[in-house]
């Protein structure tokens, strides 16, 4: 089985940036689309980002689109969300997710969910 452990989070105020992480373990990620989610209290849970096994055409919601770059690194092990000009509205909980169907933005896409890291952006 494939898991998955977030690390990244923070607080950061209005502009600033954060670089995410999502480590696997148990199994490559090299079969995985990986995508970053995020959930704000009282929200439903939302895409941000999705990437393809091989890296290629990259998935953003329209909400971070130009403002965060969703990456993997050249071992495979580690996916990334690179997240700049950040506003108080991105804050939440974000979840990386994988899935051994294609890529994409739908929730229901994904099987395997870490736990969360918490950012926060705020004054």
């Known amino acids: 089985q494939l898991r998955l452990r977030e690390s990244g989070g923070d607080l950061v105020q209005p502009g600033g940036s954060l670089r995410l992480s999502c480590a696997a373990y148990?199994?490559?990620?090299?079969?995985?689309?990986i995508g970053w989610f995020r959930q704000a209290p009282g929200n439903l849970r939302e895409a941000v980002a999705s990437i393809s096994t091989l890296g290629g055409s990259p998935l953003y919601a329209d909400s971070v689109k130009g403002r965060f770059t969703i990456s993997r690194d050249a071992s495979k092990t580690t996916v990334f969300l690179q997240m700049n000009s950040l506003k108080p509205e991105d804050t939440g909980l974000y979840y990386c997710?994988?899935?051994?169907?294609?890529?994409?933005?739908?929730?229901?896409?994904?099987?395997?969910w870490g736990q969360g890291t918490q950012v926060t952006v705020a004054s």
């Open positions: 148990g199994l490559s990620l090299d079969y995985f689309a």
């Open positions: 997710a994988a899935t051994d169907r294609r890529e994409g933005l739908d929730v229901h896409l994904y099987n395997y």
